[in-house]
């Protein structure tokens, strides 16, 4: 297994540009969500997704779109690029959370993003 | 809202020492609690997963203790080892069989001196 995979790794994008940042699973887990990393923040929630076609608000949802068609991608979108949405972006995937004992979640490589 | 908290923040020790590393939150209506090591540039891999149920769960050198009703977390690692440098992350979830997230503490970054 690939396990949870993200392109791209690295993302220059001018202010207002919008961009897609793609997540991608092969292990069949149902859940899946979006973090985004900042120094001194920690690991903060995005958006999150329990299955295709259910998605639903993390901690920091404004200025990010998701949508999950299927269950192996959940893509984040960056509608209006600004500088504060320079991070580091992961992905995560996990079974769903009443398989007890099989809640450990899979983190992707992440990427980074900067807004100028 | 959930809090979760780490300390210390920085941590250096020599090679083959013992360490404990300490996690609290706020919230003890937990679901479960899982440390993650995450190496620079790279993303997070799951260390110990402990249900709320549990007291404890071991991996190798690796040993994770929940004390749900104070709030709080060890990892404790045995006989340290250069390759075990990283920043190691608390995460809790609150969710009872939900499924909106974790919350995670900012890390403690561990050196281990050759």
């Known amino acids: 297994n690939a396990g949870v995979t993200q392109t791209p790794k690295f993302q220059v994008l001018k202010t207002g540009q919008s961009m897609t940042l793609q997540c991608a699973q092969d292990?069949?887990?149902?859940?899946m969500s979006w973090y985004r990393q900042d120094p001194g923040m920690g690991l903060r929630l995005i958006h999150y997704s329990v299955g295709a076609g259910i998605t639903d608000q993390g901690e920091v949802p404004n200025g990010y779109n998701v949508s999950r068609s299927t269950t192996e991608d959940f893509p984040l979108r960056l509608l209006s690029a600004a500088p504060s949405q320079t991070s580091v972006y992961f992905c995560?995937?996990?079974?769903?959370?009443?398989?007890?004992?099989?809640?450990?979640?899979?983190f992707g490589p992440g990427t980074r993003l900067l807004v100028l | 809202k959930q809090e979760v908290t780490q300390i210390p923040a920085a941590l250096s020790v020599p090679e083959g020492e013992n360490l404990v590393l300490n996690c609290s939150f706020t919230d003890s209506a937990i679901y479960n609690l899982q440390w993650f090591r995450q190496d620079p540039g790279k993303g997070l891999t799951s260390l110990l997963l402990i249900q709320s149920s549990q007291r404890e769960q071991t991996s190798g050198r690796l040993n994770a203790s929940l004390d749900k009703s104070s709030g709080r977390s060890t990892l404790y690692i045995a006989a340290s080892q250069p390759g075990d440098s990283a920043t190691y992350l608390c995460?809790?979830?609150?969710?009872?069989?939900?499924?909106?997230?974790?919350?995670f503490g900012k890390g403690t970054h561990l050196i281990i001196q050759p």
């Open positions: 995560a995937s996990s079974y769903a959370w009443r398989l007890a004992g099989q809640e450990t979640q899979y």
């Open positions: 995460a809790v979830s609150t969710s009872g069989g939900g499924a909106d997230g974790l919350t």
């Open positions: 292990m069949n887990h149902e859940y």
